[in-house]
């Protein structure tokens, strides 16, 4: 079986899009589950996926926050 394509530029992207999109819900459920409501400009912002480290830096953000804007402080 030819596995090559697992090794593959196209292979990893699609890993990486992939992660992106999972961390995206992990903060949008994040947020909803402490009752904060997510308003169309800030989930517009939230999926922009501006890449897996501003996502890592966003959900502890959003564990603990009390409005969504607070997601962005300091970011």
């Given at each position: 079986?030819?596995?090559?394509?697992?090794k593959s530029s196209i292979s990893w992207?699609?890993?990486?899009?992939?992660?992106?999109?999972?961390?995206?819900?992990?903060?949008?459920?994040?947020?909803?589950?402490?009752?904060?409501?997510?308003?169309?400009?800030?989930?517009?912002?939230?999926?922009?996926?501006?890449?897996?480290?501003?996502?890592?830096?966003?959900?502890?953000?959003?564990?603990?926050?009390?409005s969504a804007e607070e997601l962005f402080?300091?970011?």
């Amino acid at each position: 079986m030819d596995l090559s394509i697992c090794k593959s530029s196209i292979s990893w992207e699609i890993r990486d899009e992939g992660g992106v999109q999972r961390g995206v819900e992990d903060i949008l459920v994040a947020l909803r589950t402490c009752g904060i409501d997510v308003p169309g400009a800030t989930h517009e912002r939230i999926t922009d996926r501006d890449g897996p480290d501003r996502l890592r830096l966003w959900l502890p953000r959003a564990a603990t926050a009390t409005s969504a804007e607070e997601l962005f402080d300091g970011s």
